[in-house]
């Protein structure tokens, strides 16, 4: 029994916790909690009890909830215990938490960066190669004609 009462003590806080972020969310996005029902397909009285903690909404009502606020589902996911959130980065944070910018260009932006970051490691790699050869500490691989 106490591990049950355990798991219902996380539920409940995990409720609370995005809960009180969706609320939080609203409120700096200046939508009333009746405008957010409407605008994400819920009924009023359900949306509140997502606020109050008292209900952990399902991953599709997390997202229409993120479309309704502009903010990533990713983001909902993560405060709702759904998603283990990555890595630390500022530029991905800033990004999918802007409320300026709808859901489609935040990803864009994600792709365009996440690009950026993959040619960098690239480059970096093909570099430290380079020197590793001309070093000597590596030698060139040699090529052996087909007998």
Request: charged share 20%.
């Amino acid at each position: 029994m106490p591990q049950e009462e355990n798991l219902a003590a996380v539920v409940t806080h995990a409720a609370s916790d995005i809960g009180s972020f969706i609320k939080a969310q609203r409120e700096a996005a200046q939508v009333s909690i009746r405008q957010l029902a409407t605008n994400a397909g819920v009924s009023n009285p359900y949306l509140s009890q997502i606020e109050r903690g008292l209900r952990k909404p399902s991953a599709e009502v997390l997202n229409q909830i993120a479309k309704a606020l502009r903010v990533s589902a990713e983001v909902l996911y993560v405060q709702a215990g759904m998603l283990e959130p990555g890595e630390a980065n500022q530029v991905r944070d800033a990004v999918v938490t802007d409320t300026a910018i709808t859901e489609r260009q935040k990803q864009v932006l994600l792709d365009i960066y996440a690009s950026f970051l993959q040619q960098n490691e690239a480059a970096s790699e093909m570099t430290s190669e380079l020197t590793a050869v001309t070093a000597g500490e590596v030698p060139p691989e040699e090529t052996t004609p087909d007998q």
